[in-house]
């Protein structure tokens, strides 16, 4: 299923990315479309302009000049620069056109009747309108001959203005379904900015679109109009978020499903320390209750009735055994309290110091009874609060009887409890020097039913609920229970409680 999930996402960034591409081209087919409708509109506006000054030329020269005056102007700047001999070339054809059309018509109507009249005449007249034709082309050929050597030397400030350049590369782009902010300036062939629509940069020369304003200029003269779209990326995506809420709800669906699969995990897991934690119970219930049926079994004999020392002594062991067995079944009645938040706390001002060294005197027996020792170095100035005396006693009992669990078969135990002030807290710590805990169980030994010896090994005795139950009064204290440990060298619990202020 995870792999379903995570193929589907990627296919679906695949046709993202890919959307995202062919908008792009289409963006950039767009605009290479809008610049060179933009320059082409330029030429031919340029050319049209021209075209009517030309016109507007050759009639006042037509106007203000006789035959005569335009004969003699044409043979005096005949042998002046290139465009003035063109220009001039033009007027001597005007000149000689009008002295054939005024000296002698070109078309008679012929006198007579008959067919050959008539296609004597409609020939004549064909030949005039062809002469008419190949002048005026000509004549036309020169103005453009003109138009393209004056252009390139004029000005490009005379040639172009910059809001009608705004306007008409706003309008072709929107032609082109491209309606968005853009910036442009203008440079040369030496790449020099002649003018600039903005004063910020551009950015990456990938998102700049270059066409050439005038592409009949000679090389010399070219200026080049670069545009920018600083909105380009937003523009992009935009136009393909309607496949984000898919990818979106596809990846919801892969983060439920993961959660699912580790709550079924953690279940799977829960079940597991249940079970452990009910193999264990049974063998820690089993053998008291063994013991309290061999003894009661005993009793039962007269030699065992008579004898008040045997008697005494198995009384004594009945007894022993049922304590422990009723301090088991506390402990997790004590932690079903605690889930159920109906335990209630006693609280009593007490000397943390003394407490301790009851415990440890008390504890002392137990640790000798297999080869080791304890310590105590309580050097806490103020070792007062407020505290449950029975609960706080049992924390400092499970971090001890922790510690014989976990002692060392070839090494004796060693056990050192501390106690030291930390602005207005009191430290207490149980370090010894047993088998350590490794770094990835560390962080698990508080929970409930948690144990580093699992299954139906039952080297170490318990339920996993020692340390649950310690960090449950711990805190309920308002105090905090850490753990060091490395393997093989030991364990160290520091348990920090604020002080009274006393």
Known sequence: MVLTFVTLLGLQIDYINVMVKMRNEQFNEAVTRSLYQVSKTLENEETRRYLEEDVVETAELVHKYNFEKLSEKYLDLQKSSYPFYKQNQKIQLITDSLNKNIVTPKVYISSGHGVNNLLRTSREFQDVLKGRYLYEKSLLDEVILNILYQSGTRPLSERLDAKGLNDLLKSELQNNGLNLFFEYEIVDKDKRIIYQSSEDEFGMEDDVYTQILFPNDTPLMLNLLKVHFPTKQS???????????????????????????????????????????????????????????????????????KNPTMFKHISGVITDETKRLSFQVEKVLQMSLFDQQKAVLKFKELDMNELIADVCDKFKLKVEKYGGSIE?????????????????????????????????????????????????????????????????????????????????????????????????????????????????????FIITLQITKN
């Open 376 to 492: 105590s170095n309580l050097s806490a100035d103020n070792a007062y609060v407020m505290v449950d005396e029975m609960h706080i006693t049992n924390v400092i009992f499970n971090l001890l009887d922790n510690a014989v669990k976990y002692a060392k078969q070839n090494e004796p135990l060693l056990l050192n409890v501390a106690t030291w002030n930390e602005t207005n807290k009191l430290n207490i710590s149980v370090m010894d020097n047993g088998i350590g805990i490794r770094k990835e169980n560390l962080k698990k030994i508080f929970e409930r039913f948690y144990r580093v010896h699992t299954g139906n090994v039952h080297d170490v005795k318990g339920f996993g609920l020692g340390l649950a139950y310690v960090k449950k009064i711990i805190e309920d204290h308002n105090g905090t229970i850490s753990a060091e440990s490395e393997p093989n060298i030991g364990t160290k």
């Open 235 to 305: 523009y992009i995506y935009n136009s393909v978020r309607f496949l984000i809420p898919s990818f979106i709800f596809t990846f919801i669906l892969l983060i439920t499903f993961g959660f699912t699969t580790y709550i079924i995990y953690r279940q799977k897991k829960l079940s597991e320390m249940r079970n452990d934690f009910i193999n264990n119970m049974t063998h820690e219930f089993k053998t008291p209750l063994s013991t309290i049926s061999l003894a009661a079994q005993m009793l039962k004999d007269e030699a065992v009735a």
